[in-house]
């Protein structure tokens, strides 16, 4: 299993989100986000006319987000809305590459037809 904890050095003791590539149980990569990096990401998903969806509802609205191996519904539409994002607006724009390393996750997802879950610690 491949793990890149790039995200979350120097930030250690403070919350972290955990993606998960998995095939069935097996866990095949993990990315180690700090919580700022992770909320400057969600809080840029565009507020749609159908309101929040998908991985943002989830987020905006606390649903089982905090549950221990919470698996994203639909990682299509998760990547459709994390696409949308405008990276000039991100707070963290020399980190930018920790929202690419998160798109690229769900992309293989898609791709290859896995799941994405995400933990929280």
């Known amino acids: 299993m491949k793990e890149d904890n790039r995200f979350y ?11 998960c ?3 069935g149980e097996e866990v095949l990569e993990k990315l180690n986000v700090w919580e700022g990096f992770f909320d400057d ?4 998903i565009p507020y749609s006319n159908k309101g929040w969806e998908c991985l943002s509802e989830y987020y905006q609205l606390a649903l089982d987000f905090d549950q221990p191996h919470w698996k994203v519904p639909n990682c ?4 459709s809305q994390l696409s949308a994002i405008d990276r000039r607006r991100m707070k963290y724009p020399r980190r ?3 929202y690419d390393a998160v798109v690229e996750m769900f992309r293989k997802a ?3 037809g896995l799941e994405v879950y995400i ?3």
């Not at 990401?41 to 840029?44: E, V």
């Not at 299509?76 to 990547?79: E, F, G, Q, S, T």
């Open 41 to 44: 990401i969600m809080s840029l």
């Open 9 to 19: 050095e120097s930030f250690e003791g403070e919350k972290k989100f955990i993606f």
């Open 110 to 112: 898609v791709d290859e």
């Open 119 to 121: 933990d929280s610690e």
């Open 76 to 79: 299509k539409k998760a990547l």
């Open 96 to 98: 930018s590459d920790c």
């Open 21 to 23: 590539l998995c095939s």
